[in-house]
């Protein structure tokens, strides 16, 4: 199995990114997929998740309304877009398929 994220990168508040996280070596269709982040000094929180079909998604209380989880069946990718992002949004983004984890991909939010 192996996770590949990117897109991440500085964004002003009030910006925009979008996060993408290719998969492979597994039926991706099969499996929902998640997006953690781990700010520094904190632990890492589940931030979105997705089931197999996309039918089914769930977020963090902190990024409800603002970001998107979704995903690509034909492409084995799974999105992360967010909106209006803030300053505590800093932090490592994961892409985690049960016990696989993607290397990770930093978003900074600051003026």
């Known amino acids: 199995v192996q996770l590949v994220e990117s897109g991440g990168g500085l964004v002003q508040p009030g910006g925009s990114l979008r996060l993408s996280c290719v998969a492979s070596?597994?039926?991706?269709?099969?499996?929902?997929m998640s997006w953690y982040r781990q700010a520094p000094g904190k632990e890492r929180e589940l931030v979105a998740a997705i089931s197999s079909f996309g039918g089914s998604t769930n977020y963090a209380d902190s990024v409800k309304g603002r970001f998107t989880i979704s995903r690509g069946n034909i492409t084995n990718t799974v999105y992360l877009q967010m909106n209006s992002l803030k300053p505590e949004d800093t932090a490592v983004y994961y892409c985690r398929l049960s016990e696989y984890w993607g290397q990770g991909t930093q978003v900074t939010v600051s003026s």
């Open positions: 070596g597994f039926s991706f269709r099969s499996y929902g």
